[in-house]
């Protein structure tokens, strides 16, 4: 599957999306990122969506832009969230996670 058609691309990236937003939606404290405005990270260029996946031969790479609740220990709920998307992705397509690169945009307070 090295060279993926862009159709398939496509919709594998749709498909892992919902996976890392059915993630989000699990883990407490972590909300998905409504109204980013990316021209902040310098990102103008890519849809207004929180997650985007790039893929790298057989493998994944994933960027999410994610809320956190005031008094939410960071670093453990997104070490959680990593982890829950990488065996959920592996488990459930024919793809590796090589990188995934959570973004914390906001504080809900």
């Known amino acids: 599957m090295s060279e993926l058609k862009q159709q398939v691309k496509n919709r594998y990236a749709s498909f892992i999306a ?61 070490c959680y969230l990593q982890e829950l998307i990488k065996s959920d992705v592996e488990n459930e397509t024919s793809f590796s996670v090589k990188q995934i690169n959570i973004n914390v945009t906001n504080i809900n307070l």
């Open 18 to 78: 919902s996976i890392c937003n059915n993630a989000i939606e699990k883990t407490i404290g972590i909300t998905k990122e409504a109204n980013l405005v990316k021209s902040r990270f310098g990102l103008k260029l890519l849809k207004d969506k929180n997650v985007h996946v790039y893929f790298d031969n057989n493998s994944v790479i994933i960027d999410m832009y994610v809320n956190v609740d005031f008094g939410t220990s960071i670093p453990e709920a997104i």
